[in-house]
């Protein structure tokens, strides 16, 4: 190492091609027609580079070669050719160090051998009449399609690879039913109207308009300005902003790449809207431009509904400079497509501010209702064409640090003295600049090597650790299985699939000599196996004790991946036929999963729970208290959010051990009961692990998405034992963190994993004034160890202006943040409070914001006029469908509710929207319609007077996929799209197939997009008119009135009613 700090020189590791990985991912066919190849002759992807790799030396802010083990990436290409932009999946999003991750698998519509399929009576169910023979092996998929496939178990049989090719099990329509993942039917609870005629808003009519539906601005643009119609638009971004499609993907709805030879556009810097960002330093900012409407008496509607504020797609990519001009930018849409620049201030897909301007009291603060916080997702996936993170070792020293605050190095701290001390931007302290770090100040004060070094000029880089940073040695990775294989399980399939699963899963794991596994079974007791290499066989070693639980030996449970292999597959293809008598039907989970913990306690690693019914005996026993409380009506109705809280302390007291010992549980849940998840996830929350829910489990549908989850699961940017911290500016001060973690000093958080999809919300508060004009840094830093045994120090830093003017506040809200903040707060309300008290809390917050934008910020204007700040008009919309969403329903079931809950705790910002206001497209046109670079088209509105009974219409939210068919859909168009002549034969249990026409390889293109945009195989389910399933699909339709709820237009009368109230 040349200098301290400088960046690590790369090397390739052994056997390594970067154009093997471009060309797997340039090859990528989906659903092509699986091929049965022998076990090993498919070639694997490479993997990350093993420990030492490091990314190319780092060179400032000019375009460089990709380091070794990240794809290549940028539109232009740097020898003038023409160069193949790559289809986005998560597998080439990895732009973090190449030494810290394997490439992920990519999320297309992935098919595993389907299992023996059971029926919810019992015993395997016989393929349909003229279906092929189940004779030969099946095939296994491999990390890119475009691989040869390796074969499966032989004890799992194959469906005929005849006809068309399919994304799972084949689907027929008489097979029977096992239902579908479950939405509860309409809600309940929300503000009822008041008495008398409604007061309907209408639309001003004055003015010229500004708005793309014909929204009149109340304000018009200063002289010479062009007209605003969203958020002051970042640097390089020409689409409109305000009103953009909540997609929830990593990285918005558009394809990542734009076509082979095209760059993403960099529209000019229009020098108007520069006047609108004030940043508190300008003395008369322009009047903000708002979403005005004005409110008749009548009682007669005089709004189109297609005026009123709603979600539009951004139709191109946006180029994104975190700072320009020494001055922060302010982030695009969370759910917008941006490719992020690092230019001082980390990316907001690292972190993002509810506000992205910091009030300089707490007065400007409480005015605006707004609440001032952090979402934080210290791994999350980067845009393909970002540059990756820079690794910086400052070899035995360790980084440059404040000796006061601790804060890392980072581009806002101040070099003086000719360099030989610098202040700290956080707490302003002077330090001495260690020798070896030195450097002049050239003439702008910066120092002459600022360019050159990551940590001076990049908002978020990766340190390596010292050893002080150690307080052992760095754990391996280890996972650790826990199937259940009670009846319910193997009658019903489930121990089937998640045993094919994790079969599957094993070649995927990461490489190398530090890779661990074991795999345990549990029913009233638990069976662990040896995996010993030198046995002939795994050997069963069973522990009846549930009460005192114990692990039956020292070693030889958990071994190494590359020793045990064989015997590991073995018995994987074994379980399911060795417990295929069994009659137990009690689940001893809880000492099931401290054992397994006992195992892995000297260790460390993650704890994979497969678990299919309510645990009824040992450690931690439940009862069904769902139908208890649906026996005492009274106290059930009374004391409703007591079903959502954990029965007793017993699992929080053993995971809070599992944390200490740096145990992570993930529990993946097929069951077709009530298995209190308010209670057994606790155990989740609290390790830093996440609860995947397949209620009620379907043999035939849910093994396809069960593998593809834990593949993820295992295979995305990942970290352990971690340690993560939020230092603020003086004046700012952490309130409190919100998520999935353990914490036993206030200032910290400890994960025993953290990963890519992790979010983590931080609140702030005051604790003395800012300066206006100043800038407020927040820095997050995160301490871990990759799952190659290296630990690093992951710090992003942001720095935001400060500033007095409360209309600055409005102008640089974060919807999308500020959202995902309410969002998280009410699922962590509902528990411990009445379902009604949580709704009137979350319309406060809207109406409290709205009211003092119309105070404070709007000039004198009719008292009929409702007006909405720009960066927020979306916020009442978003806030009726939060009061209609599964969480907030009194009808639901409590397992529903209480998953809705825990799936809450850690989301991500651009998956928080269309959670609660999903996404609908139509699919029955998709054939005529021009797509542009997206296969997915142009939402429509969640409402019925949308929905055409000759239409097929597709919603998604992120983790379900609802396909509703209407009545008088035309029958060429089913047998295209589904394989059948009338909708009389919809079957309850649908997997997506593609046939041989131009209509259902568009239906895969669609499916194929979301599942990569929002990293989740969705579960898909076709929904009719007039049966349960199309009661689901039009609970969704938030904007419609229902006997308990109000309908949109009236929503905002609400709002505007309880706003006049407080003007008065």
Avoid at 134 to 151: D, E, H, K, N, Y
Avoid at 433 to 456: F, I, K, V, W
Avoid at 645 to 671: G, S
Wanted: with cysteine; hydrophobic share 35%.
């Amino acid at each position: 190492m040349a200098t301290p700090g400088g960046p690590r020189p790369g090397n390739f590791p052994p056997n390594y091609s970067t154009n093997t990985l471009a060309n797997n991912m340039q090859n990528l066919q989906i659903n092509q027609q699986q091929s049965n190849n022998p076990r090993g002759d498919a070639p694997r992807p490479p993997h990350a580079a093993p420990p030492g790799q490091q990314p190319q030396p780092f060179g400032g802010n000019r375009p460089r070669a990709p380091p070794p083990g990240v794809f290549p990436r940028g539109p232009v290409p740097t020898n003038g050719a023409s160069q193949t932009t790559l289809p986005w999946n998560p597998a080439s999003t990895l732009t973090s160090p190449s030494s810290v991750f394997q490439p992920p698998p990519s999320f297309i519509m992935r098919t595993p051998p389907p299992v023996a399929l059971a029926s919810s009576a019992g015993g395997p169910v016989p393929p349909p009449p003229g279906a092929a023979p189940l004779t030969g092996p099946g095939t296994r998929p491999q990390p890119f399609i475009s691989a040869p496939l390796t074969s499966v178990p032989p004890v799992l049989p194959q469906m005929s690879t005849s006809g068309p090719s399919n994304n799972g099990p084949t689907a027929f329509s008489s097979w029977p039913s096992q239902g579908g993942p479950h939405f509860p039917p309409a809600m309940a609870g929300t503000p009822q109207p008041p008495a008398g005629p409604p007061q309907l808003p209408t639309l001003m009519t004055s003015g010229p308009s500004a708005q793309p539906l014909q929204m009149r601005p109340y304000f018009r643009s200063p002289a010479g300005a062009s007209p605003v119609t969203g958020q002051p638009a970042p640097p390089f971004s020409a689409p409109t902003q305000s009103m953009h499609q909540p997609s929830g993907s990593p990285h918005g709805m558009q394809a990542w790449p734009p076509q082979p030879g095209q760059v993403a556009p960099h529209p000019p810097v229009p020098g108007p809207m520069q006047q609108q960002r004030m940043y508190g330093m300008l003395p008369a900012p322009p009047p903000l431009p708002n979403q005005s409407m004005s409110l008749s008496h009548t009682g007669q509607s005089k709004i189109d509904p297609n005026q009123i504020p709603r979600p539009i797609r951004s139709s191109s990519v946006i180029i994104h400079e975190t700072r320009q001009g020494n001055q922060s930018s302010p982030p695009p849409p969370a759910t917008s497509d941006y490719i992020v620049k690092d230019t001082g201030n980390c990316s907001p897909r690292h972190m993002r501010c509810t506000i992205n301007q910091i009030p300089c009291t707490v007065d400007v603060l409480s005015t605006s209702s707004m609440q001032l916080a952090l979402l934080v997702q210290p791994l999350a996936l980067p845009h393909p064409s970002e540059e990756p993170i820079q690794v910086v070792d400052f070899g035995e020293n360790g980084p440059v640090r404040c000796s006061r605050c601790k804060g890392y190095i980072n581009p806002f701290m101040k070099f003086i003295d000719q360099g030989r001390r610098f202040i700290c931007n956080l707490c302003g302290f002077t330090d001495e600049t260690p020798s070896d770090y030195h450097c002049n100040l050239g003439p702008d004060g910066r120092r002459r090597d600022a360019d050159e070094r990551p940590e001076l000029c990049r908002g978020t880089v990766e340190f390596v650790a010292t050893k002080e940073y150690m307080v052992r040695e760095p754990m391996p990775a280890v996972f650790f299985f826990l199937i259940d294989v009670s009846m319910s399980a193997i009658q019903t399939g489930a121990t089937a699939a998640a045993c094919s699963a994790i079969n599957q899963v094993i070649d995927d794991l990461p490489e190398g000599p530090r890779t661990m596994v074991g795999i345990a079974t549990f029913d009233s007791s638990i069976h662990f196996y040896n995996l010993k290499r030198a046995l002939q066989q795994p050997l069963m070693l069973i522990v009846p004790d549930v009460q005192d639980v114990y692990t039956p030996l020292q070693s030889d449970i958990i071994v190494h991946l590359s020793e045990c292999r064989q015997h590991l597959e073995l018995l994987l293809e074994s379980i399911p036929t060795m417990f295929q008598n069994n009659r137990t039907t009690d689940s001893a989970f809880g000492a099931a999963i401290k054992a397994a913990f006992l195992a892995m306690k000297s260790s460390g690693g993650k704890l994979l729970v497969f678990q299919s019914v309510l645990s009824s005996i040992g450690i931690g026993s439940l009862s069904a208290r769902e139908a208890e409380g649906r026996s005492n009506k009274t106290a059930g109705e009374k004391e409703a959010q007591k079903l959502l809280q954990p029965v007793d302390k017993t699992l929080k007291t053993m995971a809070i051990e599992f944390a200490e010992y740096q145990v992570c549980v993930d529990l993946f849940i097929t069951t077709q009961t009530y298995v209190d998840i308010a209670s057994i996830s606790v155990v989740t929350r609290t390790t830093g692990g996440q609860v995947y829910y397949y209620y009620p489990f379907s043999a035939l549908s849910d093994p396809a998405k069960l593998y593809n989850d834990l593949r993820w699961n295992v295979t995305r940017p990942q970290g352990f034992e971690a340690v993560m911290r939020v230092r603020c500016s003086q004046g700012i001060q952490v309130q409190e963190y919100f998520g999935n973690f353990c914490k036993r000093i206030p200032t910290d958080v400890d994960l025993p994993a953290i990963d890519c999809n992790k979010t983590i919300m931080v609140t702030l508060k005051h604790d003395d004034k800012l300066q206006e004009g100043s800038e407020c840094a927040f820095q997050c830093a995160l301490l871990y160890t990759t799952v190659y045994g290296q630990r690093r120090i992951r710090v992003s830093t942001l720095s935001l202006p400060c500033t007095t003017m409360l209309s600055n506040l409005f102008r640089s809200a974060d919807l999308d943040t500020q959202f995902a903040c309410v969002l998280k707060q009410v699922a962590s309300e509902i528990p411990s409070a009445p379902l009604t008290q949580v709704r009137e809390q979350a319309t406060n917050v809207c109406i409290n914001i709205l009211h003092s934008y119309r105070k404070f910020c709007a000039t004198a204007s009719s008292s009929g006029q409702l007006i909405l700040p720009e960066a927020l008009k979306l916020l009442p919309l978003y806030t009726l469908a939060l009061l209609k969403s599964i969480g907030l329903r009194a009808d639901g079931r409590v397992d529903d509710r209480s998953f809705w809950i825990n799936y809450v705790s850690p989301l991500s910002t651009p998956l928080a929207i269309p959670l609660v206001y999903p996404r609908m497209i139509t699919i029955h046109d998709l054939d005529e319609k021009d797509l542009d670079d997206s296969p997915i088209p142009s939402p429509v509105p969640l409402s019925s007077e949308d929905i055409s009974d000759e239409g097929i219409y597709l919603l998604e939210n992120g983790e379900d996929c609802l396909i509703y068919v209407g009545n008088s859909a035309s029958p060429d168009i089913l047998q295209q799209l589904f394989g059948i002549s009338s909708i009389e034969e919809i079957p309850n249990q649908y997997v997506l197939q593609q046939y041989d026409n131009p209509l259902s390889k568009k239906l895969n293109d669609v499916v194929n997009e979301i599942r990569r945009q929002r990293c989740s195989y969705l579960r898909l389910k076709l929904c009719r008119k007039g049966d349960p399933s199309g009661m689901m699909f039009f609970s969704y339709m938030v904007e419609d009135k229902t006997p308990s709820g109000l309908s949109y237009v009236e929503f905002l009368v609400h709002i505007h009613r309880q706003i006049q109230s407080k003007m008065a």
